[in-house]
Nanobody, 118 residues
Framework: QVQLVESGGGLVQPGGSLRLSCAASGFTFSSSAMGWYRQAPGKERELVAAITSAGGGTYYKDSVKGRFTISRDNAKKTFYLQMNSLKPEDTAVYYC???????????WGQGTQVTVSS
């Protein structure tokens, strides 16, 4: 059964940094493009960043380009989102799942809350 566990969120000041982690199991991780999604209160979930199965290609939403970096470690079945220069508008619950070049699984984790506030 697919399992996706997000961690690393928290409360930070504007300009601060966080690193999110996603531990994956129950599917062939090394053949799946993976992505980070976020959902702010009252808004729909959106794809923020994604990475191809071998890590050779990446996608970023325009508003996070230059600030966020996605990476993966297929041996550990884990991928990451390094978030720098955080802004209040980055506040959301962040989720991981297959994405971009792979369709997301029907099961979503609980996500991890990121709050950027002064």
């Amino acid at each position: 059964q697919v399992q996706l566990v997000e961690s690393g969120g928290g409360l930070v000041q504007p300009g601060g940094s966080l690193r999110l982690s996603c531990a994956a199991s129950g599917f062939t991780f090394s053949s799946s493009a993976m992505g980070w999604y976020r959902q702010a209160p009252g808004k729909e979930r959106e794809l923020v960043a994604a990475i191809t199965s071998a890590g050779g290609g990446t996608y970023y939403k325009d508003s996070v380009k230059g600030r966020f970096t996605i990476s993966r470690d297929n041996a550990k079945k884990t991928f990451y989102l390094q978030m720098n220069s955080l802004k209040p508008e980055d506040t959301a619950v962040y989720y991981c799942n297959a994405g971009w070049l792979s369709s997301p699984f029907g099961s979503w984790g609980q996500g991890t809350q990121v709050t950027v506030s002064s």
